[in-house]
């Protein structure tokens, strides 16, 4: 690929990426000669859950991060590794979709659910969807790697790439742990809510997509730090936008249920706000309600109620304007290419009003 700089945009790099990723789906298929591995359409199950939504934000960043640190030339490297991304993404959405027990995910069934569909007709349906979810996860992680080593890195990629992917997988896993440890367990602990949302979203999501591309591209540390600093507070409030969308998003709009979170009881930052100010007989309510499996829609609305009345609500639009802010003067000290610096700009604004 020869696009040039100038006329890189992201929408370039989304089709990029895509026909990228395409490929490789096409040539996993093609590579299933045998009759019964072709007949179980493992390359375009994972292929259909991939294109099936989603907004293609960690390639994006990738790309941008290259971008920051001056990337120009044969774009192979860095497309291949945002593609990667992508799949990993893949990788942690199916696995955390089982953990979660979901059903919906970008308003379609999550893909534990299809599997068990299809084999509607096996003694326990639900089972094997579940089990065959967490191979599929797993096959979507193993072909991660197949697409960085298809790449073509230089051997000094190589090495500044390597540690980094390391470390987001490490702290995504990390991260993960956390949340499955304290879901089910809400409690007024901010910062332990915090940590869950810096490793499962800020970094995986915006820090270490833009180190990547950097790394490609010779970024010095001094960048890295520059980029950190813009990315943990972006992607804090991504996640705090996700947690206030998971309890008063509207479905049909953001493509999740607005119970799922409180039906598992997940610990937020905005459910640890609301139990650390609750009167006494709402807290007791919310201990009560939040992490029943059989909530319903007016035992939300009850839940919601609380957090309304505790200003939890109002505290977290705060704490995602505040970072926003954060984030921007973060960016106001790096000095990036103007297209750069915009798109940036525009993502983190994005980031704390999305939709979905």
């Known amino acids: 690929m020869n696009t040039p700089i100038a006329s890189l945009e ?7 990426v895509e026909k990228h990723l395409a490929r490789f789906f096409n040539a996993k298929a093609r590579e299933t000669t045998d009759a019964h591995l072709a007949d179980l359409r493992i390359p375009q199950t994972l292929g259909e859950f991939v294109f099936a939504g989603g907004k293609r934000l960690r390639p994006a ?7 920051s640190a001056g990337g120009s030339g044969e774009l192979d490297a860095v497309i291949a590794t945002a593609a990667s991304l992508e799949m990993f993404h893949a990788f942690a959405l199916i696995h955390d979709d089982v953990m979660d027990q979901s059903d919906i995910r970008r308003g379609q069934p999550t893909l534990h659910r299809i599997l068990a569909g299809r084999h509607a007709d096996r003694p326990n349906p639900d089972l094997l969807g579940v089990n065959s979810g967490i191979l599929f996860g797993d096959l979507a992680l193993s072909w991660t790697d197949e697409l960085l080593y298809g790449a ?14 390391f470390a987001m997988r490490t702290e ?3 991260g993960q742990y956390l949340d499955l440890l304290s879901t089910g367990r809400p409690t007024t602990d901010l910062g332990h809510a915090m940590l869950i949302a810096r490793l499962k979203t800020a970094k995986y999501t915006i820090e270490r997509p833009l180190h990547l ?3 490609l591209a010779g970024a010095d540390k001094a ?3 520059g980029l950190t600093a813009f990315s943990i507070p972006v992607g804090e409030a991504f996640q705090l936008r996700d947690d206030l969308l998971g309890v008063y998003g509207d479905p049909g709009e953001t493509g999740k249920s607005t119970v799922d979170d409180l039906r598992a009881g997940k610990h937020t930052v905005l459910m640890a706000l609301a139990l650390a100010r609750a009167e006494p007989a709402d807290e007791r309510l919310l201990r009560f309600l939040v992490g029943d499996p059989d909530l319903t829609e007016v035992d939300a609305a009850r839940v919601r109620a609380v957090l309304d009345a505790t200003g ?3 505290s977290v639009e705060r704490m ?3 970072r926003c802010r954060r984030a921007e003067r973060a960016l106001a000290a790096l000095e990036l290419p103007p297209g750069v610096t915009a798109a940036l700009r525009e993502f983190a604004r994005r980031a704390a009003v999305r939709l979905s």
């Open 10 to 16: 992201l929408e370039v790099v989304h089709r990029a």
């Open 172 to 174: 995504v896993m990390y």
């Open 223 to 225: 960048l890295l730090r």
């Open 61 to 67: 960043l990738c790309v941008l991060g290259w971008q």
């Open 320 to 322: 995602i304007a505040t």
């Open 152 to 165: 073509s890195f230089t051997a000094e990629q190589r090495q500044a790439i390597a540690p980094l992917l």
């Open 213 to 215: 591309g950097a790394a």
């Open 312 to 314: 939890a609500r109002t």
